[in-house]
């Protein structure tokens, strides 16, 4: 399966070959031309084409060969002549941690409406706003969340993140993500997964686009240990997808930005920098549609950890806590008997935000809409609020389906720091502790459910 993109023309010109290669974590490999890619060797002396020989490694050299990852590409030019003398730049709304306002209250219980699009247009750089962070860039531990807006497509502009690998889950409009390893089309109800490290532009398809973002300072994302529930369900390897190779060979004035240790950085080339004719290796780009993540939950009594609907989980030092774990909460069955059925009330040691991508969310099923956001920080109390108490303490618990319903969840062992935007520009439902305030004392003294 391979793409092919013609010399001298833009991604953005032709009607892209849409096939991915299926799997997660495997070893590829694909060619745009027939011959471009070695064969039995990785350094020829000469490559076909002449083309140059490079490297893109994800993990130390010496990384345990389970998790050792690394892609080779053949390229028209190799990536140092992608750089040159790079000058700061800013980005206001782009935070990276450690990052604690010190005049915003990050201890409590937040909700956010969806952040509305402003009048202008933003890029895909332009157009990221934090929401929180976590942890250290410099240490390589914790994330930031991020809400996008983008109304805008990168004209001859490209960006890599030398801090962070980033899951960018969409929330309206469609966008591109025309890659150095291949071009990635992404809506609604799917997500992507795009390397540290990895150069690529930005186009917006369907807007204007508003999405979620896990900017990971820490160990790859990878699939969750399924213990005994065995071989299948959850997500699965197949479902994931990589591009094919696609290329551009165009001289023209281009700028590539590129985020290192929280600063911004810019250079000026004189050509695009997606010019890798043919790639092989484990280290990529993909999509996955959550549509075919398979949830596995009780059907008999009692509920379930959250935990058991990890999609993905980018692991830590401490075994079994992650540095952040992506959960999905879909459409499912509901079967448990004599079960209080949404997420009970508790307090937890991990830091979650929540975003809604669409419908109702059974344990809020008021003023958490499509596009917001919660977050429910380290060891604060949180769950249900009155109604969808009173609704699951009292219904009739027959078999039922939980419909028109996707939201997530990023997790993280560290705590997330509020940025100035989150608590001051976006729209923060100052009201939002109040839902739980009607909640009443039914103990009495005596025995009997009340």
Not at 171 to 192: K, M, S
Not at 342 to 367: C, F, Q, R, T
Not at 371 to 397: I, Q, R, V, W
Not at 421 to 444: G, N, R
Request: net charge negative.
């Amino acid at each position: 399966m391979d793409g092919q993109i013609q010399a001298n023309t833009s991604m953005k010109d032709v009607v892209v070959d849409a096939n991915y290669m299926p799997g997660f974590g495997n070893d590829f490999e694909t060619e745009a031309l027939p011959g471009a890619l070695p064969q039995g060797m990785n350094s020829p002396q000469k490559c076909n084409y002449g083309l140059y020989g490079e490297q893109l490694t994800g993990t130390a050299f010496t990384a345990p060969s389970h998790q050792n990852e690394r892609t080779w590409c053949y390229r028209i030019r190799p990536s140092v002549k992608h750089s040159g003398r790079y000058e700061k730049i800013e980005l206001p709304y782009w935070k990276t941690a450690p990052h604690v306002a010190h005049d915003v209250i990050s201890l409590g219980q937040y909700r956010w409406d969806p952040v509305p699009h402003a009048g202008e247009a933003l890029t895909w750089l332009t157009g990221m706003r934090t929401m929180t962070t976590a942890g250290d860039v410099n240490t390589q531990v914790g994330m930031a969340s991020h809400i996008y807006l983008v109304t805008a497509s990168m004209e001859d502009a490209y960006f890599y993140s030398a801090d962070s690998e980033l899951l960018v889950v969409p929330q309206e409009g469609r966008l591109r993500f025309a890659t150095e390893l291949g071009v990635i089309d992404l809506g609604p109800q799917e997500i992507a997964i795009l390397p540290r490290g990895l150069l690529y532009r930005v186009e917006l398809l369907d807007g204007p686009a508003r999405g979620f973002v896990c900017e990971n300072y820490g160990q790859k994302f990878e699939l969750p240990g399924r213990g005994p529930i065995g071989a299948n369900c959850m997500a699965n390897r197949r479902d994931f997808k990589t591009p094919v190779a696609a290329f551009e060979d165009r001289e023209v004035p281009s700028t590539v930005t590129v985020k290192w240790c929280g600063q911004f950085h810019e250079t000026k080339i004189g050509h695009s920098p997606l010019d890798v004719v043919a790639w092989h290796g484990n280290y990529a780009p993909c999509k996955y549609d959550l549509r075919t993540y398979c949830p596995v939950g009780a059907i008999l009594f009692d509920h379930p950890d959250p935990s058991i609907f990890t999609v993905l989980t980018a692991p830590s030092g401490v075994a079994g806590t992650a540095n952040i774990d992506f959960v999905l909460f879909r459409e499912r069955w509901m079967v448990a008997e004599n079960t209080f059925r949404p997420p009970w009330y508790h307090k937890n040691v991990m830091s979650e935000l929540m975003g809604n991508i669409y419908g109702v969310y059974d344990a809020k099923p008021k003023g958490f809409i499509p596009g917001g956001m919660s977050l429910h920080n380290m060891m604060l109390p949180h769950g249900p609020d009155l109604n969808a108490f009173e609704g699951a303490s009292n219904a009739d618990l027959g078999p039922e389906k939980l419909d028109n319903t996707m939201s997530f969840m990023f997790e993280t062992r560290f705590p997330q720091h509020l940025t100035e935007f989150a608590a001051k520009e976006a729209p923060l439902q100052d009201d939002y502790i109040d839902c739980w305030t009607s909640l009443e004392k039914k103990f009495d003294g005596t025995p009997g459910v009340k």
